[in-house]
């Protein structure tokens, strides 16, 4: 029964199936030097306007973008157009398995002026590495933890207060496993990435059902959700709660529960198979100057920088630098890479969570 | 009905299987480039033990299809999303019958083509933009419940948003107009004559509504189903944005094996598990159909 | 009976366009989250004026579900005709091989094109993405064009052939105009279906080149301004105004189907 597929083999099958020369193949399309493309999640920095024109001005580089709305998406993207991405979005926690499949190429920081001033725990972070080398620069960081409504902020400083009598139908759940599995291990003081007992995660996260309200899958859906006071408590993202303070006016407040957050560190990749490999890294390094970031951030809303200088240069009122305290660095646990047979029974967990709320 | 025939009587030495075959290879030849052989390669993935990328090593399995055996909390979740198009073919049904023929009988002319087209016009529009406006509509102090107040003003809020009445309602406004221009199209073509004629024979309106109506209607009823049924069973933009905790469906599932998981072949397996039931669903059916509907 | 009639369509289609409204009012309304009280403001259509991007999005999206309706329409058509007037073998098969593509999720589908095209050098593209424009829209037209030929007449098509019409010329005269109604629904569920479709686009199209509904889509994990219903309002507004045009201008019964 398990036999061993060649894939080239299996590929040729496949292919042969169409009528040969119907559709003639068509090679990536010869793009001049002065052009990248960027693969990221869209309004996600990288594709603000007058970053791009300030970039064009000063390099003669002009950036285009292609995105994803999901992680999984950016990997087959990568894998399935070779010689089409100059610069990826990665979130840390993919960048070595994308590595390993040799997509990404290793990074040299000598040619990224401005990696001198990342925060070294975010520069070196192991997430990056993958066979000794560094696959990624740091970029941004934030914590997925309680975006509470400011007038109930008071009293919820524990995850607890999900479970709480007094959120009982007022609670909003980010949809994701890895998070929401997360948020159960945090409470049981365990690592967020490698949960001992996961029937104890899924009978904790079924305790929570009276409470739950909706299940929030998208930055819009819970703007919109909260503005019109479906719920007071949720688990959010602390950039996008910076946002909603301050684009939207939203009276929510970011808290880092006492049992702590979970950290998610994204960083920029050269693929392997791009084009224009030196306007590439020299695009990465605009992207973490502290000039583009402290715009994007008081202009825009955007997660932490991983540009320590960047940090300080923010004003000291701005509501992203009161979230993203710089000592908390040293207390999150970040998603981390992990096996797939462990994705996948963290994706079981909580479906089988997400069908007793439905029942 | 009348069976159709074998194809007009060739005239220009053009054999009926040429003529056959020249009608359905344009159709068949596209959909097989651009769906079947992608599909066959994603049915071979749900064999596997993961998606053959990289340089890991691959096995077959036949593992993803025992996921219902494995994960039992799913067969409530699929009986679910069949409930759920059930209700909303059903619910399309009586309103998109009745629809189509106060459409073709009660209208005439010019009329009733603007009206043709103003079925159709809100499908124009963007379906995660109409969700979202659902969203307004059906919430407490929503829209319906600030309509419902105009005439009574000290009415208990009817807001239904996150829950599974909300899905409905959102999967019926999609596919409604499928259900009322199928029946349309067949009822249209019923000739006044053979109604007034029932009439005039002493046919009360349910029995020419039994008799005569349903079955020529009965085409367009099906066709209706089959675009509402289907696509309804996979569905997951409705339920998750309109559904909260209550949206969870096999479409949901599914996308969340692939955008979250990252396990093609279970969620290629789980889809084509889907599609057996859907062909058993319809098998089963149109022989039903087909004892009840021949009669005339 | 008939004014019941009317009064049940009125309502019907009330209920159809209720989120319409919605969708219109919250583009002339200035809370960028479609919060409640109304405040009218033209702010969003003026926003949309400098976005380049989005109506570069939208005016692919009705070039290509332009295309796509021609292209639909006449293939799935010929497909039509021959399922549900001819008997031969393999019919039924044919019949149920339709469902696939509307059964099996789009997500899956449009990954399935992505890696298929990736491996048969077929690519990403203009091309790539009427491939599976195209492919999608074939089953809705074979099945509504399918609905309105089960009830067109035969009988007038032999009627006319007895007199000595050529099967052709039969097809072009008698049959033809009574499938005119089925053809203009097909092809009005035909540039829906394009109109809407995300996960095809938004897999196969060149990098940099968008679609309103990758646009929109892509967009809703920060958030997507009334500006997305400034451009559907106007979408909308502008087909109402082609139907007025057509309905003065077609003597006809296009779509009555009156003999």
Known sequence: MRTLVDRRRFNLLLGAGVAAGALGARMP????????TVLNWQGYGTDEAWALKLFAEQTGIEVVHDYFNSEQEMFTKLRTNPGAYDVALINSAWTSRIAEEGLLDPIDFATVPNSADLDPLLRDSSNFAFDGKPYGVAWVWGMNGLGVRKDKAAGAQSLEVLWSPEAVGRVALYDDAITEVGIAAL?????????????????????????????????????KAFSAGEFDYSIYWSGAAGRSQKTFKLPVEFIVPTEGAI????????????PNKAEAVSFINYMIDPKFYVKWATEV???ASANAKAMEELPADDPQKLIHKTEYLKKLQFMSPMPDDRRQAFVDAWEEVKAFYAS | MSEPQSGAPARRGLSPGAVTAALVTPAYLWLTVAIFLPLVAMLVFSFLTAAPFGNRAVSFTGAHYLVFYNRPYLVEVALRSLAL????????????????????????????????????????????????SWTMVLRENGILDDLVRAFWVDAPSIGILYSYPAIVVGLVHAYLPYMIL????????????????????????????????????????????????????????????????????????????????????????????????VLVVFAVFSRALRGRLTLS | MTAAG???????????????????????????????PFEFTTHWFEELSGNDKLLAATRNSVLIAILTTVLATIIGSLAAIAL?????????LLQLLLLPPIAIPWLIIGTAMLVFFFWTGIGRGLHAMVLGHVALAIPYVVLVVGAGLNNTRIDLEEAAMSLGSTPLHAFFAVTLPLLMPSLIAAALFAFAVSLDQFVISYFLATPGVSTLPVEIYTSIRKGFTPEVNAVSSLLLAASMFLIIIFARLTKVGGVSGRR
């Open chain 1, 301 to 303: 809303g955007a997660p």
């Open chain 1, 29 to 36: 399309r010869a793009r001049a030097a002065n052009k990248i």
């Open chain 3, 6 to 36: 009317k009064v049940f369509l009125f309502a019907v289609l009330g209920f159809l366009y209720l989120p319409v409204a919605v969708l219109v009012a919250m583009a002339f309304n200035a809370s960028p989250l479609y919060a409640l």
């Open chain 3, 84 to 92: 549900s007037r001819r008997r031969f073998r393999g019919r039924t």
């Open chain 1, 263 to 274: 950290g998610w560190l994204d960083g920029l990749s050269v693929p392997a198979s791009a």
């Open chain 1, 187 to 223: 409470l049981f003081g365990e690592s967020i990435n490698d949960p001992k007992d996961m029937k104890a995660v899924v009978e904790k996260l079924k305790a929570m059902k009276p409470n739950v309200k909706l299940i929030w899958s998208s930055e819009d859906q819970w703007n």
């Open chain 2, 182 to 277: 199928t029946c349309y199209l067949s009822v249209v073509a019923i000739d006044d004559e053979i109604l007034e004629a029932a009439k005039s024979l002493g046919a009360r309106a349910p029995v020419v509504f039994w008799k005569i109506v349903l079955p020529l209607a009965a085409p367009g009823l099906i066709a209706g189903s089959v675009l509402i049924f289907v696509p309804v069973i996979g569905s997951f933009m409705e339920p998750r944005i309109l559904g909260g905790t209550a949206g969870v469906t096999i479409g949901t599932v599914i996308e969340d094996q692939f955008t979250q998981a990252f396990n093609w072949p279970l969620g290629s397996a789980l889809s084509f598990i889907m599609l057996a039931v």
């Open chain 2, 85 to 132: 198009g059930a209700w909303t073919t059903g619910i399309c049904a009586l309103i998109g019958l009745p629809a189509a023929l106060a459409l073709s009988r009660a209208f005439h002319g010019r009329t009733r083509e603007v009206l043709f087209f103003l079925v159709i016009l809100p499908f124009w529009t963007n379906g995660l933009v109409r969700v979202f």
